[in-house]
């Protein structure tokens, strides 16, 4: 009986023991991250038969166990990652946010300097400083497009170097799990398959650390390793084998980086960015894609717009020195890359109706072997038209089917917009052609000033010369005199236009009707007598003529670009207001995103602490509890000592 009250009293000493021991390294641990309160499980000893009955042997230890909840633990690994994903977006985005909306450093004061420029030249185009100051708000007008450019680079070239470092900690941590793996896998193993519970939470930590960086889900095999997916179920993980990523230039836009699987024969497979998400990387690509992407292209398409329709309207007029208007600013170039192609045809590919542009991206990819190709835009896939999208292509006159190439017509040209005239003379605030009344005329018909929408009749000399004008004369009932080879067009009061191809004899005269000829549109007004006339001519004394500046300083409310139903519905002004709108609205949109997710993450945690984190207070008490039980038993070994003795005794 002594001996058997001594094992039963030892059975309870050693698991009172185990029970202090545990509790000690609960507490010890209670700062420690990613700790889960451990405890002990007990169960009777067999108990022994005889014939009075079933008597007990006292109790084991079965196992070490860790509070630990699949459950909730997934509620916060997901939680957790969605967070990650919307605080990193949210600390990008707000760069781009306070940048454009910066009243000091965003685009909207230099376009009104520059077109308070214009203003000032038109109400006195001779004035050289006027056209000096014109000049110089050019030229912070460009270099305000550049400096914005160069800055949304800058964010751009940080965010890639994320994405760099970002897969590279993915891969190391890959690393490190498949090798708790293994130490878990042997561990287990030689321990009769007893969970290796400070193992299981350091895997449970690295998982969570990765988690922050990339979404991840798990599966636990039978031997106890971990197998790591990420994105929509890329293997990251597979027991003890680790897969190892790199970020890599990506074949289809080498300015950005793509996340590559290295394979063991050394090859690359490209995850594409739409099975990545969540995370510090899926909120990095989120960001890259839909805002640095988005609002470099639209920067450069207030730059294409701007560039083009002042070009165009620079050119119909006339400056100091007499000549027809150049080239104002310098039209940026549309970047074409080649993917990874059998030959080394390119195609041509230009600007054609800008109002249709929208700063989208488009990937051209040939069909046939004779230039024939289909053309997607890059961000939904979906097939388009060239005209209808802004763009004129010329397919090379030999192709190689499957060969495709990346289009970004505005991503750039934010950056390459230049100033192409430095001569304050060259400014063409004037207009070509003038226009007046015969002094002999008798009637009380007048003329308006010529306005002049294409320069190619009067570059032919279509309206004579200084000296020798057109004549436009009033005889029974019409006008005639119009210039051979020309034809015309005019509108009477209350009716639609009507052409008269070349030759023309006359035109029916109407007061107030409108009449376009060669380029050169104007109106006619008043009671005409017959041999009345009127002159149209080059403009040799246009020194204070500046009715081409008040012609470009309309660009500035006029509708010029994102044709909708045909025709433009947008100001420069406009675009940028939208642009500035759209960032805003989308940080706001990732900040209350972001702030929601952060509550839900301190629910999550919570609970799943409620069960896993170490209770000070309660592990106190079960020290009390096991000193106390430490202490029974001892006393029932030493009452078995002292029975066992005076059986002894008895035989003496």
């Not at 390793?225 to 074949?251: D, K, W, Y």
């Not at 970047?335 to 600007?351: E, F, L």
């Not at 002159?535 to 003529?545: E, K, M, Q, R």
């Not at 999550?604 to 096991?626: F, H, K, P």
């Amino acid at each position: 009986m002594g001996a058997s009250l001594f094992s039963i009293g030892l059975t309870g000493l050693n698991a009172a023991q185990a029970g202090l021991s545990t509790t000690s390294h609960n507490i010890s641990n209670a700062g420690t991250t990613g700790y889960s309160r451990q405890r002990i499980e007990q169960s009777t000893n067999p108990a022994m038969f005889t014939g009075a009955g079933f008597f007990g042997e006292g109790t084991k230890v079965d196992t070490v166990k860790r509070a630990y909840n699949t459950f909730l633990t997934s509620q916060v690994l997901a939680a957790d990652t969605k967070f990650s994903e919307y605080d990193t977006f949210s600390t990008e985005i707000s760069q781009v946010d306070n940048m454009l909306a910066d009243p000091t450093v965003g685009l909207t004061p230099a376009l009104q300097d520059f077109f308070g420029g214009i203003e000032e030249v038109a109400a006195n185009p001779a004035s050289v400083p006027a056209r000096q100051s014109m000049l110089s708000t050019a030229e912070s007008l460009v270099s305000r497009l550049h400096n914005l450019s160069d800055r949304i680079g800058e964010i751009r070239a940080g965010v890639e170097g994320q994405i760099k470092e970002t897969v590279s900690q993915i891969s190391t941590y890959a690393k490190n799990i498949a090798e708790v793996n293994n130490k878990i896998t042997i561990a287990q193993q030689a321990g009769s398959a007893q969970p290796a519970n400070d193992l299981l939470d350091t895997r449970d930590q690295l998982v969570k650390e990765l988690n922050q960086l990339v979404r991840v889900s798990t599966s636990t095999d039978a031997d106890g390793s971990m197998s790591v997916f990420i994105g929509t179920g890329q293997p990251l993980v597979i027991g003890t084998t680790p897969t190892r990523l790199e970020a890599l230039p990506s074949i289809a836009d080498q300015s950005r980086l793509a996340v590559n699987i290295l394979t063991q024969n050394g090859g690359t497979i490209t995850i594409p960015e739409s099975l990545l998400g969540g995370g510090k990387l899926g909120g990095l690509l989120n960001m890259r894609a839909t805002a640095l992407d988005s609002t470099q292209n639209q920067l450069g398409l207030m730059a294409v717009g701007l560039s083009t329709a002042f070009n165009a309207q620079h050119k119909l007029g006339q400056d100091l020195n007499g000549n027809l208007g150049t080239d104002f600013f310098t039209i940026p170039s549309i970047g074409v890359q080649r993917y990874t192609n059998a030959t080394t045809a390119m195609p041509d590919v230009q600007y054609g109706d800008v109002s249709k542009l929208v700063g989208e991206d488009y990937r051209l990819t040939f069909t046939d072997t004779v230039g024939g190709y289909a053309l997607t835009r890059v961000s939904d896939g979906r097939s388009v038209s060239a005209a209808d999208v802004g763009l004129s292509i010329t397919p090379a006159a030999t192709s190689w089917v499957g060969d495709s190439f990346l289009i970004q017509p505005t991503r750039h040209a934010a950056s390459n917009l230049g100033l192409t005239i430095t001569d304050t003379r060259m400014i063409a605030a004037g207009a070509p052609i003038t226009a007046a009344a015969t002094a002999s005329n008798l009637g009380t018909g007048s003329i308006t000033a010529p306005v002049v929408s294409s320069t190619t009749s009067i570059s032919a000399g279509a309206f004579g010369t200084s000296s020798a004008p057109l004549k436009l004369t009033h005889a029974g009932g019409s006008l005639t005199g119009f210039p051979a080879g020309q034809s015309v067009t005019y509108t009477l009061l209350n009716s639609s236009p009507i052409t008269l191809p070349s030759p023309v004899a006359s035109v029916p005269y109407q007061s107030g009707m409108t009449i376009a000829v060669g380029g050169v549109s104007f109106s006619i007004a008043g009671a005409l007598k017959d041999q009345d006339s009127f002159t149209l001519g080059p403009n040799a004394g246009g020194v204070s003529d500046s009715r081409n500046a008040v012609a470009l300083g309309q660009l500035q409310t006029s509708k010029l670009m994102l044709s909708a139903n045909g025709q433009p519905s947008a100001t420069l002004q406009s675009v940028y207001s939208q642009l500035v709108s759209s960032v805003g609205n989308k940080a706001r949109e990732v900040q209350v995103n972001r702030d929601a997710q952060e509550s839900l993450v301190g629910q999550a945690y919570e609970a799943q602490q409620s069960i896993a984190g170490v209770n000070l207070d309660e592990e106190a008490a079960n020290l009390i509890r096991y000193q106390q039980a430490y202490q029974a038993s001892s006393k029932v070994m030493t009452i078995a000592s002292k029975l066992f003795d005076e059986v002894l005794a008895l035989g003496r």
